[in-house]
């Protein structure tokens, strides 16, 4: 009996088996589908049938519910907010981080959105500096040190992207608790730790650790990857900071950049005090001169102190011969718009879009684009409670997180100056 037709070639048997092995004992079509997870663009509409998903739509919402949230903070009494902020963002860079559970891994989505939350931050706090801090191998690493200067901290973060051994989040504490230590009163200490393990290898107590950052007026906030753990939780309300586990991708970003506009100072950590500061000119391109924070002969460019006349690179800064607070006007005015937000605009209710009798303007008041759908029926839109001039939904984003200031109210108030004239 000829056995050969029954029994498949050596090659043919390892060639299933390492597919069986990639693939899970998925066939190719399969693997595919579930690489890109595209079923999640898909939901289920009133009448039973699929449609994608409006991500527009679903993004604007989760913008106002982070707006309301913080309108409702700000009006339920008076809050003082720092616009010194010193932050050091610890990422926990152990075996954990390389779980596929997010896409392609936790450790690429957290760099991700770590350097998106680095230039949010400096563009809402540019008056304050941002720190870095890698935790693996039960060792905490500075990356960098405090400073004003995005490209710096995305750099460093990039090429320091390995992931091994178990996190300290002990370790990581004592580092950070030295750094922020030696921070002026005046400064907002704070400390936003990316956890992705579900344990921590400590030296010694760590509840002595806490109590520690507690007396030295550092806000600690933890936004878990994997779930929710006590000792995260624990660290948290001790030092009045806040703590949230991300279920997906589009909710870590939304966790992370809820750290962006300064929070609520704290009543006993608040210390309301008069700052020098000076305002350097810009050096001539074509002079040479010793660079205090790179400590070499550099040409053209930097600023010069106007105190002790030394060389900076960047601003905001503090002289290192001096000690004098150096900025530009444009950083001072740009940290005020917290002190005085923008209320939020009021979303225009269905049935005031579909009354034949209420007539709605066309256009948004902003970009001057349609506002009307496919069909000549009103889409989505907002009004402004003060001058009662509708916007789009992008416009809405804009003026809330970028613009701080609406354009309706201005034009307004420029008419009036016009006409007293």
Not at 109 to 134: A, C, M, W, Y
Not at 255 to 266: G, K, R, V, Y
Not at 376 to 383: A, E, F, K, R, W
């Amino acid at each position: 009996m000829n056995n050969s037709a029954e029994r498949p070639l050596n090659g043919e048997l390892e060639e299933d088996d390492e597919d069986e092995a990639n693939g899970g004992g998925l066939e190719a079509w399969e693997r595919t589908y579930a690489e890109d997870r595209s079923w999640e663009s898909l939901q289920e509409d009133e009448s039973g049938m699929l449609r994608s998903v409006d991500n527009k739509a679903i993004y604007h919402a989760q913008y106002r519910r982070r707006l309301r949230a913080l309108a409702s903070t700000a009006g339920a009494s008076r809050i003082q907010k720092g616009l010194i902020r010193y932050l050091y963002i610890v990422i926990d860079l152990s075996k954990a981080a390389a779980e596929t559970d997010f896409r392609p891994c936790r450790m690429a989505v957290i760099g991700k959105q770590v350097e998106l939350f680095i230039r949010e931050f400096f563009d809402q706090n540019p008056l304050s500096h941002v720190g870095l801090v890698t935790v693996k191998d039960g060792v905490a690493y500075c990356l960098t040190e405090l400073g004003g200067t995005p490209e710096t901290h995305i750099k460093a973060l990039m090429c320091k992207m390995e992931c091994s051994g178990d996190p300290s989040l002990q370790n990581a504490l004592e580092l950070v608790h030295g750094y922020l230590d030696q921070i002026p009163s005046y400064g907002h200490r704070e400390v936003l730790i990316l956890y992705s393990a579900l344990n921590t290898c400590d030296p010694g107590d760590i509840m002595e650790t806490i109590q520690k950052c507690k007396k030295g007026k550092i806000r600690c906030s933890v936004i878990g990857i994997a779930a929710e753990m006590f000792i995260c939780k624990h660290l948290s309300q001790e030092t009045g900071g806040t703590y949230s586990v991300a279920m997906d991708e589009a909710h870590l970003k939304e966790l992370i950049l809820e750290h962006a506009p300064p929070p609520p100072a704290i009543a006993e950590y608040a210390t309301a005090s008069l700052i020098k500061m000076g305002f350097p000119q810009r050096a001539a391109e074509g002079s040479i001169a010793i660079c205090t924070c790179h400590e070499e002969a550099r040409e053209g460019g930097g600023y010069t102190c106007p105190r002790c006349k030394v060389r900076v690179c960047e601003l905001p800064t503090e002289c290192r011969i001096c000690g004098l607070t150096l900025i530009s006007s444009p950083h001072l005015a740009r940290s005020y718009h917290h002190l005085f937000p923008i209320v939020p605009f009021d979303e225009v209710s269905p049935s005031s879009r579909n009354d034949p009798h209420q007539q709605l303007p066309n256009s948004c008041f902003g970009c001057q684009q349609s506002l009307l759908n496919p069909g000549n029926m009103p889409g989505l839109s907002v009004i402004c409670p003060k001058c009662k001039q509708h916007f789009c939904l992008d416009c809405d984003i804009y003026i809330h997180e970028s613009l701080h200031n609406c354009p309706g109210c201005e034009s307004f108030r420029h008419s009036k100056m016009v006409a007293a004239e």
